[in-house]
Structures are given as C-alpha cells and as structure tokens.
C-alpha cells in the first residue's frame, strides 16, 4: 500500500507560520503532482495548492494565494506547504494528495477525483 505521510501540523497563534511536508512512505511512485486540501469541521474538504512535479508550476485556492507557498523537492520526493499570516479561518486538517504519471484520464488540480494517493492529515490549529 502506498500511504503519504504528512508532518508539521499544530497550533500557531494568528498571523504565524508553519510548514507542512508530505512524503511517499511503503511504495514508491512516480509523482506527476502533489496537491494539499484542507477540511475544517462541518465543511467540505476544499483545494488548498497543487504543484506539477517536473515543471513545478503551481495552483492556489484564492484563500490562500499570497499567504501559501507549495513547493517540492525531487531529490527527496517531498512536498512542502509554507504557510505564512496564518488565520483562524486556516484551521482544518490538511491532507496532502498525490497523483502518479499511471493515473489515467484528465488531470484538474482542484480536483480530489484527480488524485490518487492521500495522507492520514495532520491538523493545524490558528488561535486568534
């Protein structure tokens, strides 16, 4: 089974920083994007950022454009998610996505159904 481990999660006050990473762990895939989504109780999982693999080119939910960087680190097949000025409106559990070059048909980065592989979720908590 290929499980995606996310780490970084915790309480951070308003306006603070955290970053997030999200690695591949039993087996390995060839990654063709990386995404992170977020859900916060009562509310649907919602889009958060992707990131294409090789090219690195990058989406972003409007809510966190500006605020939010996601990158990624191909030597170590990791990606990360900064997030800066953290509000309590980010709270929610974050789960990292990933798509492997064998998933067939149409890729749509907001898309959970584009997505293949998904982590446990790790919750991040903005006090005010």
């Known amino acids: 089974q290929v499980l995606l481990v996310e780490s970084g999660g915790g309480l951070v006050q308003a306006g603070g920083s955290l970053r997030l990473s999200c690695a591949p762990s039993?087996?390995?895939?060839?990654?063709?994007?990386m995404a992170w989504f977020r859900q916060a109780p009562g509310k649907e999982r919602e889009f958060v950022a992707a990131?294409?693999?090789?090219?690195?080119?990058?989406n972003y939910a409007d809510s966190v454009k500006g605020r939010f960087t996601i990158s990624r680190d191909n030597a170590e097949n990791t990606g990360y998610l900064q997030m800066n000025s953290l509000k309590p409106e980010d709270t929610a559990v974050y789960y990292c996505?990933?798509?492997?070059?064998?998933?067939?048909?149409?890729?749509?980065?907001?898309?959970?159904?584009?997505?293949?592989?998904w982590g446990q979720g790790t919750q991040v908590t903005v006090s005010s």
């Open positions: 990131i294409y693999w090789s090219g690195g080119s990058t």
């Open positions: 996505a990933a798509r492997g070059r064998d998933y067939t048909g149409s890729y749509y980065p907001s898309s959970r159904i584009s997505y293949k592989y």
């Open positions: 039993g087996r390995t895939f060839s990654t063709y994007a």
